[in-house]
């Protein structure tokens, strides 16, 4: 994962360099707006997959410990909470 974010970024920088030199900027000026788009490209795309990877690990059911009260089959809160 981190290698294909790490080449969407280095594409973003390649692209960003062809267009801030087709546009006549200076040559330290391009390289670090290309850099700059580099970084928001990788940053945007690596909390884009952890908020990804949180939501779909969320949505998965958790598995119980074994003997922790509430996690054996058929029971369910409100029969424990009649009981009286």
Do not use: D, W
Request: a positive charge; proline letters at 6%.
């Amino acid at each position: 994962m981190n290698k294909t974010i790490f080449q969407m970024g280095l594409l973003a920088f390649c692209v960003a360099a062809v267009v801030y030199g087709i546009q006549g900027v200076g040559l330290i000026e391009t390289l670090a707006r290309s850099f700059l788009v580099f970084t928001i490209v990788v940053c945007v795309l690596a909390l884009a997959v952890i908020v990804a990877v949180y939501v779909v690990a969320g949505s998965r059911p958790r598995p119980g410990r074994p003997g922790t009260p509430g996690n054996a089959p058929g029971h369910n809160e409100q029969s424990a909470s009649s009981v009286s």
